[in-house]
């Protein structure tokens, strides 16, 4: 029933058409709040009704005055993602690709936002909070085992096979 309530609001909000006055202050709102991308805004600006030349000359507008910057973005992006939830670089740039950033700005957001040495210390990080829980669940694993149970962990949080297995590999043999 809930689903059908939303549905039924959203069919309602892609009818409604807002003047592009009111839909520019809306937007800038909406990108004042927090850090938009382009993808993002036009998604918004789809569901206020806008025209697609309406809403090309919001976004315009947007960038002029400085409430929306793609740069800006895919460095906040890059690097709270790393600081905040771990993730690694494939996974942020595969985030970044589905909000359609260029992939010049992904890989400057990468190489500035990412330290080698925080990169390797966020991995280990990782690797001890797995091996934590894995003992902690009172299961004997063969070694083969927790090797192949730390590089998945990893590689699904986004980090790269070779540094991975590097990583596993010292932090087991220690």
């Not at 507008?61 to 670089?89: C, D, M, P, T, V």
């Not at 936002?113 to 990169?119: A, L, Q």
Request: a positive charge; glycine letters at 2%.
């Amino acid at each position: 029933m809930f689903t059908r309530i939303l549905n039924t609001h959203h069919q309602r909000l892609s009818y409604y058409k807002m003047d592009t006055q009111t839909a520019y202050r809306k937007l800038q709102k909406y990108c004042a709040y927090q850090e938009r991308c382009e993808q993002e805004v036009k998604e918004k600006l789809k569901s206020l009704g806008q025209s697609s030349a309406d809403a090309q000359d919001i976004i315009v507008w947007l960038i002029e005055e400085n409430f929306l910057n793609q740069k800006r973005f895919a460095h906040l992006y890059a690097g709270s993602k790393f600081r905040l939830k771990r993730w690694g670089r494939i996974k942020i740039k595969q985030g970044l690709r589905l909000k359609k950033v260029s992939p010049t700005l992904i890989s400057n957001a990468l190489a500035e936002e990412i330290d080698e040495d925080d990169y390797v210390a966020s991995m280990q990080y990782l690797l001890q909070k797995k091996m934590d829980s894995l003992q902690v669940r009172n299961k004997f694993y063969k070694p083969q085992e927790i090797k192949l149970k730390l590089v998945s962990y990893l590689q699904q949080k986004g980090y790269e096979s070779d540094i991975v297995w590097r990583e596993v590999k010292a932090f087991v043999n220690q």
